[in-house]
T-cell receptor, first 114, second 111 residues
Framework: GDSVTQMEGPVTLSEEAFLTINCTYT??????LFWYVQYPGEGLQLLLK?????DKGSNKGFEATYRKETTSFHLEKGSVQVSDSAVYFC?????????????FGQGTRLTINP | NAGVTQTPKFRVLKTGQSMTLLCAQD?????MYWYRQDPGMGLRLIHY???????AKGEVPDGYNVSRLKKQNFLLGLESAAPSQTSVYFC??????????FGSGTRLTVV
């Protein structure tokens, strides 16, 4: 079945460091791919998405590129801030008409120190 | 504010007790979902609904029941709570155009 594997955390960085959180997936066909962010005590919020191969999603300085060849969707940010501390989830939505179920990775907790 | 509202936010149950979690959305979304979040396991789908009056099983449905009598509401029931159901529960809704919107979660502890 469809699955998402994320880089294990927790990840701790200093402010202004470069961030990469790895995400790879297994799916039939070409799913849509997403990154969600969860701040403490809150629900998940969509950070960015990509719906086809080679698409680049971007938001708030974060980027991720849909790589079909490597079945990956790694999250990157050039210079992180303390406010980026959160749990990040990679997810896929299978390309099945009428179905909108998301499959999530296990989440990666990110802590940014000043 | 528009969005997904979950009640209650916190609850402690004794083993064997029952309860219902309520999810309400005001965005006229067709699809609604219940997920549970456990450490190191991400979010796992419990049940979902593709429209009023319809429900379907997700990845981890055992021990839970759901109902969607009105389009805007999706109820999750635990008939006989077990410690293994201690978790954070998230409701979400979606449409073809606007993607997912999540509620803020319900933290349930079963002792």
């Amino acid at each position: 079945g469809d699955s998402v594997t994320q880089m294990e955390g927790p990840v701790t960085l200093s402010e202004e460091a470069f961030l990469t959180i790895n995400c790879t997936y297994t799916a039939t066909g070409y799913p849509s791919l997403f990154w969600y962010v969860q701040y403490p005590g809150e629900g998940l919020q969509l950070l960015l998405k990509a719906t086809k191969a080679d698409d680049k999603g971007s938001n708030k300085g974060f980027e991720a590129t849909y790589r079909k060849e490597t079945t990956s969707f790694h999250l990157e940010k050039g210079s992180v801030q303390v406010s980026d501390s959160a749990v990040y989830f990679c997810a896929l939505r299978p390309l099945i008409q009428g179905a909108q179920k998301l499959v999530f990775g296990q989440g990666t907790r990110l802590t940014i120190n000043p | 504010n528009a969005g997904v509202t979950q009640t209650p936010k916190f609850r402690v149950l004794k083993t064997g007790q029952s309860m219902t979690l309520l999810c309400a959305q005001d965005m006229n979304h067709e699809y609604m979902y219940w997920y549970r979040q456990d450490p190191g396991m991400g979010l796992r789908l419990i049940h979902y609904s593709v429209g009023e009056g319809t429900t379907a099983k997700g990845e981890v449905p055992d021990g839970y029941n759901v109902s969607r009598l009105k389009k805007q509401n999706f109820l999750l029931g635990l008939e006989s709570a077990a410690p293994s159901q201690t978790s954070v529960y998230f409701c979400a809704s979606s449409s073809s155009y606007y993607g997912y919107t999540f509620g803020s979660g319900t933290r349930l502890t079963v002792v």
